[in-house]
């Protein structure tokens, strides 16, 4: 559903949400997430932001719950150490060697 929405509102960051205002898990099935048949739900497009280093660079959304990373490993290339530490990102700020999140 999340894809078809995607595609449908030409954004690749959406967020699902009930209408009491409960998020849906992006890794959960709509079964899982409780969402019966004819329920209605809303896509709330999210902003990307992005932080550099020297040689590495770090994307995510305001509020979400992942952070990606890429480039050079010793440069904070890599956060997979740190992933599921990543929840509720509000900001990364960057030095010229690595990140730091600041979570809500």
Excluded: M, Y
């Excluded at 050079?72 to 997979?80: E, I, L, Q, R, S």
């Amino acid at each position: 559903l999340k894809l078809l929405a995607q595609r449908s509102f030409g954004k690749g960051f959406l967020k699902l949400v009930t209408a009491e205002g409960h998020g849906l898990n992006p890794e959960d099935s709509l079964q899982a997430a409780g969402v019966q048949d004819r329920q209605d739900l809303t896509a709330v497009v999210q902003r990307t932001h992005i932080a550099a280093s020297l040689r590495a660079f770090a994307l995510w959304c305001s509020g979400g719950n992942w952070v990606a990373t890429w480039g050079d490993p010793d440069w904070g290339g890599d956060c997979t150490a740190v992933q599921a530490q990543l929840r509720h990102v509000q900001q990364i700020q960057a030095t010229q060697g690595a990140f730091a999140a600041i979570l809500a």
